[in-house]
């Protein structure tokens, strides 16, 4: 018997793809939206559309009990204005239904200089990315008292797992592991925080199954592995096929390709978060999720060194 329905928008993403598996395997009857369905998950049903069509969204979640939000725009399409407009188009499919959405947030709307980063910290954004994120969580929040229906934000550090291409570790800490190299970050003693997309479904899960106890507007924090750099490295030669020599991403480097470059000048803007050591904690969180919820780092930098690597790195060595 089904635990309730979902509809998982933006199914094809990675933060979408995870809540897909996440909740199929939790026991709910699973409906995905995106414009193709280029990641299967038996089990569970597909709608092809364009979110950013209302009448399309209407329609995908007219039986859902929870809604996931897994959309997300490339880099260089946050600003005018078109994140807040995909947005508010769910906004306005939910108006009044009384269902319950699962928003991701990020660290991104935080400061350097927040070390410490609880669901109580005042919101003050560093990067212009970051005044976008705090500007939906506003329109989350207004939504959710005004609106009829619940939202509860769960926010994370950088995503990485199995299937989870194009993100930081393929695109910049394993782009040249052919060459034998892997890079870090920051400084190798400075801590970041992470989020295995496996352990961050169930933990939207876990948020979904309690929501008839939460308020109408919540704002979790997603401890995740909180680590060095140089503990990430180590986990990741342990994982890769062939050797691997650590070595300093070149910033400087971002820096120049984003003169031409608008999604590289994004990304070096945001290099404040890999430079500075911004922990993410949630005491009440915890609570919910239980002790030991998260897979071993070890485990987690397997899965995801393996499903990029596996074959590429045997094929190189």
Known sequence: MSKGNVTVLGSNGHLGNAAVVAFQQAGWAVTGLGRSNRRLVAGTHFIAGDADDLDVVKAAIADADVVVHGLHLRYDRWGNGRAEAQLQVVLDAMRGSGKTLLFPGTIYNYRAGDRVVGPELRQDAEAPRGAIRIRLEQMLA???????????????????????????????????????????????????????????????????????????????????????????????????????????????????????NPVMRDIYRMRYLWLNEMELTDKRLDGVLGEGFVTPLDEAVAATVTELLGEQGKAAA
């Open 142 to 260: 207004k939504a959710a008292r005004e609106d009829g229906f619940q939202v509860i934000i769960l926010r994370a550090g950088d995503f990485y797992g199995p299937g989870n291409r194009g993100e930081w570790f393929e695109a910049a800490m394993l782009m040249d592991h052919a060459k034998g190299k892997v890079y870090h970050m920051g400084d190798l003693d400075l801590r970041h925080s992470w989020a295995y997309l496996p352990d961050l479904g169930r933990a939207f899960v876990a948020l979904a199954e309690q929501r008839a106890r939460l308020a109408r507007f919540e704002n979790f924090h997603f401890a995740g592995h909180w680590v060095s750099h140089r503990q990430m490295l180590t986990a990741i030669r342990k994982a890769a096929p062939k050797p691997l020599e650590p070595a300093p991403l070149a910033w400087w480097m971002l820096r120049a390709v984003g003169l031409v």
